[in-house]
């Protein structure tokens, strides 16, 4: 048995049930954008999109984004008068997130690391 992959499966696996709570939390209790966005921030780097979905929701709009093959830009929704959007820098053919952005005007608010 390989003790230290069943650890690091059980962490990930801890890690996708505290995102995935976080999400339902939000989903039911937090609807106005600006918690929304408080939530965007919570997300820990390197969550892939499905655990990014789970906090946020289903995204509304995809565009081409110029940093790797095969990555796109996904929003989600926000209230019109939020603070900002809240976009997903994702490479498409694996579902991982490279960056995420909580505020349209500002910088990345983290990248995966490589």
């Known amino acids: 048995m390989n003790r230290p992959a069943l650890i690091v499966g059980a962490v990930l696996l801890i890690a996708l049930a505290a995102v995935t709570a976080v999400g ?3 989903r039911r209790n937090l609807s106005s954008g600006d918690d929304r966005l ?3 921030r919570a ?3 390197g ?3 499905a655990e990014v979905v789970a906090v946020l929701g289903q995204p509304y709009a995809r565009q ?3 940093m ?3 990555a796109v830009w996904i929003e989600f929704p926000t209230r019109p ?3 900002g959007r809240i976009r997903a820098a994702v490479h498409e053919p694996t579902g991982k997130v ?3 952005r909580c505020s349209a005007g500002g910088p990345d608010t983290w990248a995966a690391q490589d």
């Open 98 to 100: 490279l960056a995420l």
């Open 81 to 83: 008068t939020a603070p």
């Open 68 to 70: 790797a093959e095969g």
């Open 64 to 66: 081409v984004a110029d």
């Open 24 to 26: 339902e939390y939000v």
């Open 47 to 49: 969550s892939s999109l």
């Open 43 to 45: 997300i820990p780097p």
């Open 38 to 40: 408080a939530a965007c």
